[in-house]
């Protein structure tokens, strides 16, 4: 026995330091909290050396455990993506400080003059899969918007999101900071993700990042407050209505521009009165960007080559150059298959008429809801919001693309001069 | 065998009836909703036979079952109840529509229109004690909002909420909108209960009300998101500067109002520098209205007849004429002891000096922080929301008094003349 042993941190020590640590960050200026990120985007680029061994070895990992190429391409660091993901960290420097902001405020009838302001949360779990750059992305606007942040990265990313804790914690005290202000839990496994996600008290709002089933488990599982960033089951409904260049345009881009993403076209419904006119040129533009197609019917009635949809079709996000199709009788129809069927991400209307896209607009209930725009708009960065913090398909708190201040509560200032109530 | 049975529906056909009746209400016009609210006023009115002698049942019941005198109070309604209760939903009537305010908005640089409107949550779950003017409080909260509601009141309430439920029904009927918008579940007793907490897809939030002990059952076992609204240990802390006047009357004022409610004061901290100074008048005046003193023992050298403090104390809320007392070194150590006590509700610092105040308000980290104000000021109606959905003690989607806004959701409008992203 030696007179001192050194105890490895429990996840619960851990998760206190993290809380005390947000405590000094919470009152920071937007200065300090610049001089950090910078630290940090230098860190990732004068580590780099560093970084990429270790990533090689998580690669290298993933490649014997027989890890798919698509997974490998996402863990895979290179020296490109560091200098993107240090861009990304200077760009959220450059953005405006939530924290502080006055949300409303009031002088009530009897003097006390009353503030809502943005606070911090105070501290952010995250979960998230096997995509190292989730670590910098994650810490940065967690730090900006005043959060210390407790990251939980997938497994065969542990070699690489241990290095670049260990840079950005360097990064942090390098101007003063507490290194706890971002910690990973990766150390403790399985069990330390159920812990966080149990840690009433410890940790204020849990973010999961990644596939819907990793998102189902932490908010079946978790006892602490979830933003919910879910799966895109997203719909557009062509109405009799319909402009064809605009139709063969938005439906072209909402699948085939970036079709990996949530905001991707799953669903196309047509309108019975315009199928016959737009179907063909809208399918057949697709088709020359390689896409499958998955109809109805009354689809294949008008077209060739259309793979039968089944059920399991309409509830299907592809996330790949496939694309369901459904011919519907009417707007009401269209409506009903999204209430069904959608995830309440996004939906659009192609219309020319003014009625119909009024009630689509209303009465369908999703985060976004477009008329005549592609689906691929449901973003923070094309929102304006400069970076995006995921897409919320809950309804509490965030719904839609969340920037910065969706990263914050706020808290009431009231300011007396010996008020008391009557 | 009939030839033909009549099934009573399960809770989840119920759910999926609110879910269904939730659709009409969403995009009901604010005259349409402020006709059911007047109809369900008159109802409470008319209908006080009815209701008087359900709720003279579960009295009788509570009684022989031996429920305290404070809770059959509480369970208690007579004609005078009523005509508060019917008062209360018309002034919820005369509140301002939150549904379809614009939150924010912009024009893109593409030339897409964005804008973030307010809208229903859908289906608004409650669950709360034996006090049935919760059942028409919320129920009207919720459908001025435009959210179909599902009640889950005390099992001792129940004979009085079945017949409140029946009334709030046809009142809806008589408007033309569905009796699906408000309905119970108490026939599904603790199961059903747990069903709701669980029921994701179907419930778009849940609202506890009641003991600490009933959100503690709901935050942990809940499966829906849930907006915590939280026990008060609220402190006030009176500063080595504070004015000797402003001090008693807070401290008093915050204690003794109206003690049984959550933004009552709790626990009393004060500086080391002014407890000779200002303890003996403070205490003075609590002593002439019935408060005991639980004190540590600085409290105990400077005034006589003080019931020794014990850890609990410090983290009770008394909810009666108890207050706990400590002398703190400094205002550090009054932050202190606030961080590692305090429920997070609402603190308030006694104070002359503008270091102290601003030091208080910025790092005291609850939701709501006061200076030289009395605590009783955090309630919904004194902030001049005109009505109170409870008091958020967590801090996604809403933090502090809750008024109507903070009982919808938005969703973001983009309107397009065929942008595609690029």
């Known amino acids: 026995m030696t007179e001192q042993s ?10 206190v330091a993290s809380r005390e640590a947000s405590r000094h960050l919470a009152t920071a ?11 940090i985007a230098a860190a990732v680029l004068s580590g780099a050396e560093r970084i990429l061994a270790a990533n090689e070895l998580d690669v290298a990992n993933g490649r014997e455990s027989g890890m798919s190429e698509g997974l490998q391409d996402r863990l895979r660091l290179t020296d490109a993506r560091l200098q993107g993901l240090a861009d990304a960290v200077r760009d959220v420097a450059a953005l405006v400080d939530p924290v502080g902001q006055v949300v409303r405020g009031s002088t009530l009838p009897n003097g006390i003059h009353l503030t809502q302001v ?18 910098i992305d994650i810490a940065s606007l967690a ?18 999101n241990g290095v670049l804790v260990e840079l950005i914690q360097e990064a ?8 706890e202000l971002v910690q990973t839990i990766d150390e403790f496994g399985r069990e330390g993700a159920k812990d966080l996600m149990r840690a009433r008290g410890l940790v204020d709002v849990l973010i999961p990042r990644g596939s819907a089933s990793l998102i189902q488990t932490v908010v079946t599982e978790a006892k602490v407050p979830v933003i919910e960033t879910g799966a895109g089951v997203v719909h557009v409904f062509l109405d009799a209505s319909a402009d064809l260049d605009t139709a ?3 439906v072209h881009n909402a699948k085939t521009h970036r079709p990996s993403v949530c905001n991707a076209l799953e669903t196309l419904l047509v309108h019975a009165d315009s199928a016959e006119r737009l179907l063909p040129p809208v399918l057949a533009r697709l088709r020359d960007s390689g896409v499958t197609i998955h109809g109805d019917e009354r689809t294949a009635a008008i077209v060739a080559d259309v793979v039968p949809a089944t059920e399991d079709d309409w509830a299907t996000e592809y996330m790949s150059l496939d694309l369901a199709v459904r011919v519907v009788d009417d707007i009401d129809a269209a409506m009903d298959h999204i209430r069904r069927y959608s995830t309440h991400h996004t939906e659009s209307i192609i ?34 919001f400069g970076a995006e913090v995921g897409i919320s398909t809950q309804k509490l708190h965030a719904r ?18 010996g008020q008391v109530r009557s």
């Open 143 to 160: 730090l900006k918007s005043g959060n210390a942040v407790v990251l939980r990265g997938g497994s065969a990313a542990q070699n690489s």
């Open 29 to 39: 200026t937007a200065q300090v909290k610049n001089a950090a990120l910078e630290a």
């Open 118 to 135: 943005r606070v911090p949360f105070g501290v952010v779990g995250a979960i998230y899969e096997a995509r190292p750059n989730v670590t």
């Open 6 to 15: 050194v105890v490895a941190p429990t996840i619960t020590d851990k998760l």
């Open 248 to 250: 063969v345009a938005i």
């Open 351 to 384: 219309t020319q008429d003014l009625t119909s896209s009024e009630r689509f607009l209303a009465e369908v209930d999703s985060a976004v809801v477009m008329v005549n725009a592609s689906t691929r708009f449901t973003d923070g960065g094309e929102f304006g």
């Open 172 to 179: 942090i005290v390098s101007v003063g900071l507490p290194a």
């Open 400 to 417: 839609g693309p969340m920037g910065l201040p969706e990263l914050t509560s706020t808290k009431w200032i009231v300011r007396g001069s």
